[in-house]
């Protein structure tokens, strides 16, 4: 039987832990999901993409648009599961497979596909781009 003083010091001990953890760790959980460090923007504009791992899947970065924006797309294609790659010339994401083209948003271009891209929420952070799934 733990004493009610035992049981205390281990409350505080384990708070303190799931605290520090959920402040220091790579990636934080609140309960919506995790928000995930790809990359910065210093590397997205060199690279013309970013790549990571969600616990939702593979994801991809990229610019949308002139203005700055970014979008953050599950690359699976939709229509049957190949790897699409970003073509950064042509500003869109193409599937090695079957051709299929979707645009930055991960909008449906070109079949065979006819789903969308999943899409991920980001943030930028001081120079970091954060992917929330
Ligand atoms: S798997 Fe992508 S077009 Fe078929």
Redesign the pocket.
Known sequence: MVKRRKLISYTAFSTAIAVITGCFGGNSSNGQGQTVNVGTMADLKAKGELKGNTPKGPVTVVPNGSGGQISAVNPT??????Q?EWKKANGKFV??????EFAATGKVLK???TRNLPTYATQVSGNNVLVKA
């Open positions: 294609c939709t229509h049957n599961g190949c699409v599937c090695p497979c079957h051709g299929a079949g065979p596909a």
